[in-house]
């Protein structure tokens, strides 16, 4: 099973900008569909994007598409989430996830590999 070790989150302003990786080890990152999640205070972890293989296929939950932008680097073994024009609304724990489908996922019980998250908070 492959772990993750998710980075790169903080206290930003509205408008600002952050990049999130997610660094694999113990399998090979290509073998999985990729996926960013969030959670909220109170609320359900959500989908946010996931992304093939071979980054051929992306998907974007609609209140970050065209701010949000996820990517991967096989050979570093590290997936990312740049973040744009943030939003208080963005403010959650981030979430990296690994899944073994062959198509890609939106949904949580699709994915079996989790970090530990990392804080995204955005003031207004």
């Known amino acids: 099973q492959v772990q993750l070790v998710e980075s790169g989150g903080g206290l930003v302003q509205a408008g600002d900008a952050l990049k999130l990786s997610c660094a694999a080890s113990?399998?090979?990152?290509?073998?999985?569909?990729m996926g960013w999640f969030r959670q909220a205070p109170g609320k359900e972890r959500e989908f946010v994007a996931a992304?093939?293989?071979?980054?051929?296929?992306?998907t974007y939950t609609n209140s970050v598409k065209g701010r949000f932008t996820i990517s991967r680097d096989n050979a570093k073994n590290t997936a990312y989430l740049q973040m744009n024009s943030l939003k208080p609304d963005d403010t959650a724990v981030y979430y990296c996830a690994a899944s073994s489908q062959f198509t890609v996922q939106t949904t949580t019980n699709a994915y079996n590999s989790w970090g530990q998250g990392t804080q995204v908070t955005v003031s207004s």
């Open positions: 992304i093939g293989r071979r980054s051929t296929t992306t």
């Open positions: 113990g399998r090979t990152l290509s073998t999985y569909i």
